[in-house]
């Protein structure tokens, strides 16, 4: 027992043995260890059995007490490293899988990567795109009789064919457990860098086609779930208390095609964005505040959307192939549009220009990006939706080649959807 209880002992036992006494005086004397105290006749034998019982059941709780502290510690010691490995790997995020306003991570570097088979199927989509973009540039060929692009152009199908049966092979790997997390990113590594030499290749046989079509008949693609793939518009928005976006989008990323455009300004990275993220529906921001669109379009087809927006109390109109689809208001009420902003397709900044995460980044086709300082009506959404000739072009941002950089493997090639609805 420890000693402060040993010395304790006998002052509790002379009480024992006082009960049923007049008036007492207790004296505390020193007693030897090895001395059984309850032994010493007393007038109260009965308080002395149960001064002795408590004393083991205090020596019981003292051992039992020893024993959790213990198992505690190694539990804290445990939890503390675990926490340190998750401070270290990411910041804190806000509800809804936003990051919380504040000093933003800087994610531009590695970022843990998605499950192989969602990578594969990614890949699998990819090259189908590019047989796709293929077969155009052989028709395009027939037609001007170049038997260097027809050349090139069988060169090119050959490289594909070659990936087809890499990917195949990394499916049956990965099915039979072959491939290990090492060993799986360095065979996604080779691929992916085979498939942006492909893709720039195919896009240098693409711009002979350019001189032909009017400068806003081409699309953005993003193949890969990635943090560095993205276009940026190189004109910023004005300040705005109303505005107008569209455009057309094609997509099956799941869950959650990611973010078609983010718009950030100094101090505030959500002043304008687009973003379907997880498995939340699809949600416009300003300012940082959110209203949820009814947009069903991650179907593998091209849909057209709009979404209009006024200061005033904050009203907002969703369309989607032309058709109203959902109203509400207070988003953001009597905030205009920020000046002097980074307007980036295909990514959500955290930071001013960057901070990219690839877990948000869009995945799909994109075109005919066009903003306007005014509501549109519901006549001109439909124009628009339609591909009428009557359609107008933003005033603000206009969808046209020379407005676009693009970066990272993204890639431009002609738009289709307009000339299979005329």
């Known amino acids: 027992l420890p000693r402060s209880l040993l010395l304790l002992l006998p002052l509790l036992l002379a009480r024992g043995c006082a009960q049923g006494l007049g008036q007492t005086r207790f004296i505390c004397t020193s007693v030897p260890v090895d001395v059984d105290m309850c032994a010493a006749p007393t007038q109260g034998g009965g ?4 001064l002795r019982g408590t004393v083991l059941q205090l020596r019981e709780t003292v051992l039992q007490q020893k024993e959790t502290i213990l198992r505690h510690q190694d539990t804290i010691r445990e939890l503390t490293a675990k926490l340190g490995r998750c401070e270290s790997q990411s910041a804190a995020e806000a509800p809804g899988g936003r990051r919380q306003p504040g000093p933003a991570k800087n994610t531009m570097g590695d970022l843990s990567r998605p499950p192989a088979a969602e990578t594969l199927s990614q890949l699998g989509q990819t090259l189908q795109a590019l047989k796709t973009r293929l077969e155009n540039l052989e028709h395009f060929s027939r037609l001007n009789a170049s038997g ?3 050349n090139l152009k069988d060169i090119l199908q050959n490289k594909i064919d070659d990936l087809e049966k890499q990917v195949l092979s990394r499916v049956n790997s990965l099915e039979e457990g072959k491939f290990g997390p090492r060993n799986e990113s360095e065979e996604r590594g080779k691929i992916e860098s085979t498939l942006t030499s492909l893709h720039q290749r195919i896009s240098d046989l693409e711009k002979g086609q350019k001189d032909n079509r009017p400068t806003d008949r081409f699309q953005l693609t993003f193949p890969l779930r990635t943090n560095y793939m993205y276009a940026k518009v190189k004109k910023s928005l004005p300040e705005m208390y109303a505005f107008s976006v569209c455009m057309w989008m094609k997509s099956s990323a799941s869950p959650g095609m990611g973010t078609p455009f983010s718009y950030a300004v100094p101090g505030q990275a959500n002043e304008l964005v687009l973003i379907e993220w997880g498995n939340n529906p699809m949600e416009i921001l300003i300012n940082d505040k959110v209203a949820k669109l009814p947009f069903v379009i991650n179907d593998g087809k091209w849909h057209h959307i709009c979404v209009t927006w006024t200061t005033r109390d904050g009203v907002w109109e969703a369309y989607q192939d032309g058709t109203q689809a959902g109203s509400g208001e207070n988003l953001a009420p009597y905030h205009p549009i920020k000046p002097q902003g980074v307007l980036v397709l295909g ?3 955290d930071t ?3 901070g990219f995460d690839a877990t948000q980044a869009f995945v799909g086709e994109l ?3 066009n903003v306007w300082d005014r509501k ?10 339609t591909c009428s000739s009557k359609a107008l072009a933003g005033n603000v941002i206009a ?3 020379g407005n676009i ?6 890639t431009k090639w002609t738009f289709e959807a307009c000339r299979q609805l005329n």
């Open 47 to 50: 308080a002395a059995e149960e």
């Open 148 to 150: 260097q692009g027809s």
């Open 347 to 349: 990514q959500e900044q």
């Open 352 to 354: 001013l220009g960057g």
């Open 367 to 369: 075109a005919h990006f």
């Open 376 to 385: 549109l009506s519901p006549g001109e959404v439909y124009a628009l939706a």
């Open 399 to 401: 969808w046209a080649e």
């Open 405 to 410: 950089d693009v970066y990272g493997g993204a």
